[in-house]
Nanobody, 124 residues
């Protein structure tokens, strides 16, 4: 599976961006899909995931209520709608795919495939 993330950019605080991840090489419908992010000087952080059946988990501490993850299995894409962006949301965002859901979904090493990342910069 090859994952290609897009949609990053520069936005002012309070603004919105929509990230998209397109997959090739295999259908996404059998995978758990998600997003991680990595801010400068920090470790990668779990953002959100969506299971094969549409179950959703968010990083409640940092993004719940502001970000929305969705998937379109027919188009082989997974999106992350980001609203009410804050400067602390500035990071490189990575699309991920995993064969199985795990209770340790927040760990980066639990995913089998990673996209190349797309930079989101939120100015104050």
């Amino acid at each position: 599976v090859q994952l290609q993330a897009s949609g990053g950019g520069l936005v002012q605080a309070g603004g919105s961006l929509r990230l998209s991840c397109a997959a090739s090489g295999r259908t996404l419908s059998t995978y758990v899909m998600g997003w991680f992010r990595q801010a400068p000087g920090k470790e990668r952080e779990f953002v959100a995931l969506i299971t094969r059946s549409g179950g959703i988990v968010y990083n409640e501490d940092s993004v719940k209520g502001r970000f929305t993850i969705s998937r379109d299995n027919a188009k082989n894409t997974v999106d992350l709608q980001m609203d009410s962006l804050k400067p602390e949301d500035t990071a490189v965002y990575y699309c991920v795919a995993g064969r199985h859901y795990s209770t340790t979904y927040y760990r980066a090493n639990g995913y089998d495939y990673w996209g190349q990342g797309t930079l989101v910069t939120v100015s104050s």
